[in-house]
C-alpha cells in the first residue's frame, strides 16, 4: 500500500541531478484541457530543490497559475483525487506512482495502474498525463525562457503561455522597434506572416501599409515590373505607368513571402534595393523608396539546393527570427486549440458545441480524450495543420468532438508523435533487477505480470521466467486444488483476499479457479 504523502513536501532535484546545460531547466505542468476552459494554458512548476520526499499531484495542489490578472488555483475537478500521483526521483529518472485508491490515469498511451519512470529525454519531449476523465496536463522539462516584460497588444496576441512562445514575442517586440530588414525562417505553417504581421503593427511603420507578396508566384519574367513597377511604353502592352510592390509599400512594410523561390536574376535587384533604397522602374527613372522589407522562407539556406545568394540573405537577415516548430512547444496546443476551435466554431455559428464548466461530464470526458490525443500527434504542418484539425472537427461534430475518418487516419498514421509511457522506458534485462526491486515492483501491482513488466521496462515474458525461477512466488496455475479451496473457505470466497495471500494475479487466479470450477466472489 502506497503511502499517502502530504501535498507540501517537495521533489529531489532532477536538475542538479541532470546537471550541465541543464542547470537552467524548468518542470513545469501545464493545463492542456480543463472543464473551465479559461483555465487552459495555465503552469505549476514541479518544485525542484533537493530532499528525500515525494511530491503530490491532486485535486487541490499545487496551484496552476495564468497572467498576472489571475488568482492561483488547483485543479479543482472533482473526478480528480485529492491525492493522484506521487512523483519522485531515482537516479536519473523521474517515478510517477498512482495512489491505490486514486481516480484513473493515463500517462502517454498507457493506462497507470501503478508507477511508471521516465526519462530525462522523455522529460524532454514532454509526456501528456490525463487525470479521470476530464483534466489533461503535459508534464515537460524545458530550458528557462526569457523574463516576462510588458509587450505590445500586437505581440501579446501571439498566442502560448510557453518560454518559448515569451521568447518569440520579446524577440518580435525588439526587432519592431529597430527599423531593420527582417527575415522571418521556420517550417511550413509555424506562422511566418502572422509573426511579419505583428513586426508591422508593433512598429512606427504601423501607420503605413503592409503589401504582401508571394514571390513563388511571380513568373520570373513578370518580377522586375511586379516589384518596381513599369512606365507607359515600356513594353509591348504597357499602357500606362503601374506602381510596382515596392511603391505600394512606401512607408509601411513590404513582406516577401517564400523569398527562397527568387528567380536568380531578380536577386541582385533585390540586393541593390536593400543596400540603397532605390528602384528603377521599367523604362522609367530611378527613385528612393522608404520601405521596410520583411522577407520569409522554409527553405534551406545552405547547401547545394539553396537558390538564394548569400549577399540577399545576409542583407536581408540584418534581423533574423526564427520560429519553433510546434512540437518544440507542444504546452502551447491546448490553448492555439481551443483558440482553433473557437474561431471555427463561431464561423459555422456553432459556439454551443465548445465546452464550458457546466457541460455534462459525458461531453467533458470527449473533449478531454480529443484533447489527449491530439497533444501526443507530432504536428508535421504545424499551426496551419492545427487550424485545419480544428475546422473538420467543427465541422463533424454534432453534440460532443468527433474526428472525421481523414483525421482519425492521420493520427494513426506514421507522423503520429511516438512517445507514450512504454517508449520511454529502456528495455532492460530481468537479471539486472535484483530481488528488492522486483519484490516492490509485484507488491505494488498486485503480481499483475503485465503491469510489473511495463513499471520495470522489460517484457512480461520475462516476469513470468523470473516468477518459475522464484522460491518466494508462482504462477497461479501452479496452487492445487486444494490449497485453494482451503484459502477460499478461510476468507468467505473472496479472490481479491485469496490472490493477496498467495502472492498471485487476481486475474490468473480467477481464470484458474473458473477452470477448477471452484465458487468465488
Known sequence: MMRRAGTDLTLPSIVAALG??????????????????????????????????????GRYSPQFTGTCEQMPAGLDDVYVSRSALQFHYQGKRLMICRFDTASRCRVGSAELHSSVELSRETLFEGIPLMLGHSIVLLLRLTKRGAARHQISAHCASLRGQSDCMETLRQQVARTARSDLDVLIRGETGTGKELIATAIHQSSERASGPMVRVNMAAIPSALAVSALFGSARGAFTGADRTTSGYFEQAEGGSLFLDEIGDVALDVQPLLLRVLEQREIQTVGGPIRRVNVRVIAATDAALAGKDCQLKGALRHRLGACEITLPALHEHPEDMGELLLHFLQCSAAEAKRTELLPHAQSPARDIAAWAILFFRLVRYSWPGNVRELINFAQQIVLASENIPVLNENLQLTLSSKTANAQSAEGSLSRRKIHDIDDETFDQAMVSNGSEASRVALQLGVSRGAVYRRIKRSSRYRLATEISPGELQRELTRHGGDSRIVAKQLQVSVNSLRCHLRNLRLFYT
Not at 518542470?27 to 503530490?56: E, N, Q
Request: cysteine-free; glycine content about 8%; proline content about 5%.
Open 20 to 57: 550541465g546545460a541543464h542547470a537552467k531547466s524548468d518542470l513545469v505542468l501545464t493545463i492542456i484541457f480543463h472543464a473551465d476552459t479559461a483555465r487552459i494554458g495555465h503552469k505549476a512548476m514541479v518544485p525542484l530543490r533537493s530532499g528525500d520526499a515525494p511530491w503530490v499531484l
